[in-house]
């Protein structure tokens, strides 16, 4: 779906069920699964926050100042290991 243009998200699909918050997992279970590589796990991301429910203005922060450090921290974290 997402290389054929699909805006698709990973959302958490019952975590108080799975006893865990967030949607680490999903996306862990999302990468093994689809063999998704950092383009599309960035593509996910960013999707997520641009299809969200939040309003506008918040959206814009996180796209702007939030995401892009997270982003680096990420990289900088997998090129260490």
Do not use: H
Request: aromatic letters at 14%; one cysteine or more; hydrophobic letters at 40%.
């Amino acid at each position: 779906m997402l290389y054929q243009g699909l805006q698709i998200t990973i959302s958490p699909d019952d975590p108080t069920f799975f006893d865990y918050c967030g949607v680490t997992l999903d996306f862990a279970y999302a990468v093994i699964a689809w063999e998704l590589n950092l383009r599309d796990l960035k593509k996910l991301s960013l999707n997520g926050i641009t299809y969200s429910s939040i309003s506008e203005e918040k959206r814009q922060k996180l796209k702007d100042d939030v995401f892009p450090g997270k982003w680096q921290e990420f990289i900088e974290y997998l090129n260490s290991l």
